[in-house]
């Protein structure tokens, strides 16, 4: 039977670094308001303001589905690493 080799700080490094994509897919963007009002037309104030609540509605998709990949990810570390733990202990106590 192959080794199972996981690398727990691989792991942690990815849960933050989709900590901080979620944090990014968080911040709501205040740009849509202000492009609709510098365009001075108002067919594309319309459509950049369309942009940007098609673009917020989307954007919390993705850091839904970002939160969800990192709590797995965060899961699948906790459940190998408490896994790891209970084989130590019992190679500890059989020896």
Do not use: C
């Amino acid at each position: 039977m192959p080794d199972i080799k996981i690398d727990y700080e691989r792991l942690g490094d990815l849960k933050n670094n989709l900590d901080l994509a979620i944090d990014v897919m968080s911040r709501e963007t205040e740009s849509g308001i202000d492009i609709a009002f510098a365009v001075g037309d108002r067919s594309l104030a319309l459509a950049a303001n369309h942009f940007r609540d098609s673009w917020d509605k989307h954007r919390l998709d993705i850091r839904d589905r970002l939160e969800w990949l990192r709590d797995s990810v965060a899961n699948i570390h906790d459940q190998f690493s408490e896994v790891d733990s209970e084989f130590a202990r019992a190679l500890e106590e059989g020896s």
